[in-house]
């Protein structure tokens, strides 16, 4: 059998009950480039793990041998988790996995995961949506193909809504742009959450006109979720895992 997994955006302790439950007994471990050393030092100890992870322009391994290489190890009788950062199902390429998996008459169950959309917004404590300023949520891909865009530009500048961008920090620039000149607010806040729900976590406040100072010096690194929207200016009263973290380390200082 083989279990799709979402592992989250990072904290362990976000991962479900039932997905730790199949890395327990894994036999065979296929993992991503954005699960955490701490996610994967919950799989089980007689568990073979293989690196499939994929970054830009940079794929360990191609997603077409990974879709067979599933089903190999299925049909050799093991018990198989494809762990995969956030939810396999967005922007995780769950759904190629499992259509290749179905067709060949291999069992298998997704088991959903934390998205970093969700996981990262709730600790830089920026809700994506509140009565006050948004009412939906869209999640979008930051890849552009061949330096171009698809998007339906028009309606992603739309006001009352919250933008969610996977994968969209080597594109910030072009996103801001594109949604200004489709009639986005110069001055809509934007977040750009960095190492989300970690201890490493940190949140870069700036607009579509003025960008944080930390991404125009290069000091921003991926994984970064970036976040549009007028519920990003919640954060400076709402943030409170950070807060919680900075009051950690000012409490161990401390007792030196």
């Not at 293989?50 to 067979?68: C, D, M, R, T, W």
């Not at 998007?151 to 919250?162: E, I, K, R």
Request: proline share 5%; aromatic share 6%; charged share 15%.
């Amino acid at each position: 059998m083989v279990s799709l997994v979402g592992a989250g955006p990072g904290d362990p302790e976000l991962l479900t009950l039932k997905a730790y439950k199949r890395l327990q007994v894994a036999e065979v471990v296929l993992y991503d480039r954005l699960v955490s050393d701490e996610v994967l030092a919950l799989i089980g100890p007689k568990a073979e793990r293989f690196y499939v992870g994929k970054a830009k322009a940079l794929h360990s391994v191609p997603q077409n041998e990974i879709n067979q290489t599933l089903v190999a190890w299925a049909r050799q009788g093991k018990q198989v988790v494809r762990l995969k950062g956030g939810d396999p199902f967005i922007f995780g390429r769950g759904g190629e996995e499992l259509e290749t998996l179905m067709a060949e008459n291999v069992a298998v169950e997704v088991i959903p995961g934390i998205t970093a959309a969700s996981g990262c917004a709730a600790y830089a404590g920026i809700p994506l949506t509140h009565r006050d300023h948004a009412q939906s949520v869209r999640l979008v891909t930051g890849h552009l193909q061949h330096g171009e865009s698809t998007l339906d530009w028009q309606a992603l500048a739309s006001p009352g809504q919250t933008l969610v961008f996977y994968m969209g920090l080597s594109n910030l620039e072009a996103i801001c742009q594109a949604l200004m000149d489709h009639g986005l607010a110069p001055s809509t806040p934007l977040a750009l959450i960095e190492q989300g729900t970690t201890q490493h976590q940190c949140t870069h406040i700036g607009s579509l006109q003025q960008l944080p100072e930390a991404f125009h010096q290069g000091e921003i690194t991926p994984p970064t979720l970036l976040i549009i929207g007028s519920v990003v200016s919640l954060h400076a009263t709402l943030s409170w895992f950070e807060v919680a973290a900075a009051d950690a380390i000012g409490f161990k200082e401390s007792k030196h």
